[in-house]
Nanobody
Framework: QVQLVESGGGLVQPGGSLRLSCAASGSIFSINAMAWYRQAQGKQRDLVATITSGGITNYSDSVKGRFTISRDNAKNTVYLQMNSLKPEDTAVYYC???????????????WGQGTQVTVSS
């Protein structure tokens, strides 16, 4: 059983900052890429940022230069530092991990439950 638990969401004013965390736990052998997605009300879920096990990152154009994804492999945790937040960043943020639960098993795609981020004055 694998769980991804996000934390750190909340209400922030435009221009403010938030840091999201997502910890993976359970029967984990290895974690490959980890990522953050977001879904605004009435819209599809979009990719925000990804990070490989080696630390290579990629960002959507809408957050490039404002958001930073990082990870702590020893803690099976991925972070999203969000600066200069805008109202259009308002969404439910989901973390995602591609991981294996055993050495010879296949790679599975796991999701957290989501955390709400609201940017409003």
């Amino acid at each position: 059983q694998v769980q991804l638990v996000e934390s750190g969401g909340g209400l922030v004013q435009p221009g403010g900052s938030l840091r999201l965390s997502c910890a993976a736990s359970g029967s984990i052998f290895s974690i490959n890429a980890m990522a953050w997605y977001r879904q605004a009300q009435g819209k599809q879920r979009d990719l925000v940022a990804t990070i490989t096990s080696g630390g290579i990152t990629n960002y959507s154009d809408s957050v490039k230069g404002r958001f930073t994804i990082s990870r702590d492999n020893a803690k099976n945790t991925v972070y999203l530092q969000m600066n200069s937040l805008k109202p259009e960043d308002t969404a439910v943020y989901y973390c995602n991990a591609d991981l294996k639960t055993s050495k010879y098993g296949s790679t599975g795609h796991y999701w957290g439950q989501g955390t709400q981020v609201t940017v409003s004055s």
